[in-house]
């Protein structure tokens, strides 16, 4: 089955959306995007996503061509277009076109995509490194937003299959644990669930958010003795909780009954949405 995407305002066929080949977020990483779950039909937290979106797009000087309203009935259009109750959405800001170089055109005309697709089965438990080739800029703004550009986080994934694990725990530059390459980092030390804090250079995740207002989770800067110390580490993002089983020589065994807590906070069905 051909997948539709919303493009600019247009429900079409994924193979027949084009992108301009001058567009910004194509040659320069330009904008911002955002990853939604859908689970049985409900929209997680679409509110807190558009928020996020609209204060990345804010950051870079972008303004959104369609508000939430106008998101939202797309992302209705477009899952049931799909028949999609079950996956992730994703929704694409760029600058859209520009001339040649680093200074956006005068007439700006931002581009907003917004694809879906199925997930597969839960991923297993993960194997963890810590990175060595690459680090996170905590006194970077792009470090508090979701901005396009990912080519730390794919260094971070490339050498965690390199060297036989599945994920990176990227340091930032004063040596301390930030995040996974594309989760927030949480730790159990025996007492409570830390997360490092986004002065640290942690990306203010929709999860990691929600588990902060309830309670569960405080945000802390993790130290190398605080993983020598942990009696679990999670990854966490908006598609999910993955248990961690290893960092480098260190072996964790699951403890699920630290982790049901933090999954039911989660899903705060009261924020979800339903489209069909």
Avoid at 27 to 48: C, K, N
Avoid at 61 to 67: A, F, M, R, S, T
Avoid at 179 to 203: I, M, Q, Y
Wanted: aromatic letters at 2%; one cysteine or more; a positive charge.
């Amino acid at each position: 089955m051909t997948a539709v995407v919303w493009l600019d305002g247009v429900l079409l066929p994924d193979h027949e959306a084009r992108i301009d080949p001058a567009d910004r977020g194509f040659l320069l990483a330009d904008g911002v995007f955002e990853t939604i779950r859908v689970a049985e039909g409900a929209i997680w937290h679409l509110g807190r996503h558009l928020a996020r979106l609209r204060e990345g797009a804010q950051a870079l000087g972008l303004p959104v061509p369609v508000d939430d309203a106008g998101i939202s009935r797309a992302i209705r259009k477009l899952l049931t277009a799909n028949r999609l109750r079950e996956g992730s959405l994703r929704l694409t800001l760029t600058a859209g076109r520009g001339r040649r170089g680093l200074a956006r055109p005068t007439d700006l005309a931002p581009s907003l995509l917004i694809s879906c697709t199925a997930l597969g089965p839960p991923l297993p438990p993960a194997a963890l490194i810590i990175a060595h080739t690459t680090r996170r800029n905590e006194h970077s703004p792009l470090s508090r937003i979701k901005a396009l550009g990912y080519g730390d986080q794919i260094l971070a994934r490339r050498e965690a299959a390199a060297r036989g694990a599945d994920d990176a725990i990227l340091l930032n530059g004063a040596g301390v644990m930030v995040c996974g390459s594309a989760a927030n980092l949480l730790l159990h030390n025996g007492a409570e669930w830390l997360t490092p804090p986004v002065a640290d250079g942690a990306l203010p995740g929709i999860t990691r958010g929600l588990l902060i207002e309830a309670g569960l989770i405080r945000a802390r800067t993790l130290l190398s003795e605080d993983l020598a110390g942990a009696a679990q580490i999670l990854l966490v993002n908006a598609l999910g909780v993955r248990s961690v089983t290893r960092v480098g020589a260190r072996v964790f065994t699951p403890l699920p009954a630290l982790v049901a807590p933090l999954l039911r906070a989660a899903r705060d069905p009261d924020i979800g949405h339903r489209p069909f």
